[in-house]
Nanobody, 115 residues
Framework: QVYLVESGGGLVQAGGSLRLSCAASGSISSFNSMAWYRQAPGNQRELVASITRYYSTNYADSVKGRFTISRDNAKKTVYLQMNSLKPEDTAVYYC?????????WGQGTQVTVSS
């Protein structure tokens, strides 16, 4: 059993900040990579940022310089610090965690950025 519990979503004004957290629990002690995806209405789910267990990171061009992904392996938690938020960042954000064999998804959390 693996559970990914997300928190930190909500409503924020343009230019504001939010910090998303995703804590993993269950039988798997570590993950090769953890990531945040997002899906806006009418759009496909897209990768926002990813981070390996050794802290190598990748970002979508649309968020580079504004978002920062980090992880605490001891806590099995991944974070997404979102600064300078724009209305186009509005989406449901999903946490993903992968071993070498299988991936797991969180339930999704709504982020809404008002103009």
């Amino acid at each position: 059993q693996v559970y990914l519990v997300e928190s930190g979503g909500g409503l924020v004004q343009a230019g504001g900040s939010l910090r998303l957290s995703c804590a993993a629990s269950g039988s798997i002690s570590s993950f090769n990579s953890m990531a945040w995806y997002r899906q806006a209405p009418g759009n496909q789910r897209e990768l926002v940022a990813s981070i390996t267990r050794y802290y190598s990171t990748n970002y979508a061009d649309s968020v580079k310089g504004r978002f920062t992904i980090s992880r605490d392996n001891a806590k099995k938690t991944v974070y997404l610090q979102m600064n300078s938020l724009k209305p186009e960042d509005t989406a449901v954000y999903y946490c993903n965690a992968k071993t070498s064999d299988v991936g797991y998804w969180g339930q999704g959390t709504q982020v809404t950025v008002s103009s």
